[in-house]
């Protein structure tokens, strides 16, 4: 079993791991120097690493416990949406928010209070969680929920596994009548084209757009938008078309990859996607495409890789976003999928919660040279000029004055977090 | 609708096994030792798609109650044992016959009383949980090895036995899995998910089958590490 982070950049060393398996006989753990839940591994930066002292890993913990008719379904903190969607989808239901992937575990979507392509119609993951039970290290398991033991409700939401050990989570799930989506596509070439497809997107609950930054002034991009299917079409499989779980030869191909066939790959990647009337595509395929590949974190080589995800709020316009995206290109990196979504103004219950209304955009880069850490630097000089905030869980270099800018609340977050609940970011930002 | 029966059903491989029946729709019997972990499992179980859960703590290893614990079942399953720490218990011969009776005479008892409950069924299937590790005898593990041994070999007669019945007796031989019995062992690529281990348990239980290596390479790896003479290859 490995303990990294998905980025890969920083080498994960844990002193020690502690693997969860009964919610009935957690073994104590106020011996350790500190503690951090580990679920997946899909958050990209330090979020999840706990360097030097112990991890709890929570995968043993993913047994359901309750699913009624009104789509509350109540299980344990270490089941993956992929558990939650083979048992939710052929009974009409579907998870309320979904991120990229589907391999990640409640207690992860919950630390770090995850958004997907429907933020701008129903906010983010935080908002679906009814309560869950909170193990703190004196031994004491705390209910959670609008109504009780609010404020450590409000500070686990987006609060990076710090304030204890999620057990047990109830959810509240959304109705769907169909595994199918209907999604539309539509290209791009700039920035302002962008904006006015995503304020003409209103009305469909999925909207996410990806650019290729190598465009230059060639720019494109392309905006997919959808919605669930209003009607069940007859034998449509709800578990979707075969879930590869290929491995990638990591090392074979690397060396050739950076920047060359990111390049080809978004020119494929635009021709293969750029024409499309409204269709009808299963759900897999629609939020999870990179989840085909078992571990396509692989493809930026052994040094892994770096993603950089920052929201501009609407009131700073969109010149921060173009200067973003213009250094980008200036700077020859590589990024294989720029993504851009416009972030809605429904309010999450988390104390440190990411997403703000305004426009996200997300990069990733080959990790490893320091002139790339310069320029991301710059970006935040942009973000904090924008009055904006760059986000924790991809993040592995921002500084703690930064952290502290982008995040005020982090005080009131340092206050109700657990003593012994520790991680690399957090010592990092707080140092 | 068929009815599992589950001995060591809190094991990793009983649950990933049990979650392919209860999707379908089945109902169980679940025995392990401890309460609060057959709760968990029930609940998980229902939630599924289990159509009725009964539960039943008990000590496995005290065969005086194996007896009480039995049901009307078409799949019985027996899955519990455990991985003693060979070198732990190499000085220690009463740890040793603990070792090998809760491995050994324990499902042998358990099975021995399914045996005449499937019988009375004409129809049905035992499966009983081996391992690669009873296919030869080796100083890293010689205890639970030489206890599976007995239990294939037992399951092998009692195979020729309840054919005459029409029931099935299916002896799974898992290698290396991903689960807390393993939870100190080095990992390599051989290692299965307890989840794979668990689908492969289900279709062997379908397809009535005699012997089934999970995953199905152990076959052959198993086949070669028997036919290494002793003489030059000391395990």
Redesign the interface.
Known sequence: MRYESWGRWIPSEPARVIPLQWTSSIPRFDAESSVLAYGMGRSYGDVCLNNGSTLLDTRGLSRFRRLDDDGILECEAGATLEDILRLVVPRGWFVPVTPGTKFVTLGGCIANDVHGKNHHRAGTFGRYVRSFQLLRSDGSLVRCSRDENVELYRATIGGLGLTGLVVTVELQLRRIASPMMRVEQLPFHTIDEFESISRASDAYDYTVAWFDCFGGRAARGIFFRGNHEAEWSAAVPAAGPAASRRRFPVGLFAPFLVPLTVRAFNALYYHAQKKSAPRAVHYEPFFYPLDRLANWNALYGRHGFMQYQCVIPHEAGLEPVKAILDRTASSRRSSFLTVIKTFGDIESPGLLSFPRPGTTVCLDFAAGETSLLTMLEGFDDVVEEARGSVYPAKDSRMSPKRFRTFFPQWEQLAALADPKFSSTFWRRVTS | MTRVAIYGATSAIAQETAKCFAAEGASFLLVAR?A??L???A??LS??GASAVETIAADLGDVSCHAELMRDAGIVLIAHGTLPDQKAIDPDPAAQVDAFSLNATSPISLAAHAAVMLERRRGGTLAVIGSVAGDRGRRSNYVYGSAKAALHAYCQGLRGRLRESGVNVLVIKPGWV?T?MT?TMR?NPLFASAASVGRGICDAIRARRGVAYVPWFWKWISLIVRLLPERFVKF
Do not use: L
């Open positions: 401890d609060a972990k709760a968990a499992v609940a998980d939630v599924r991903d807390p939870a990992k």
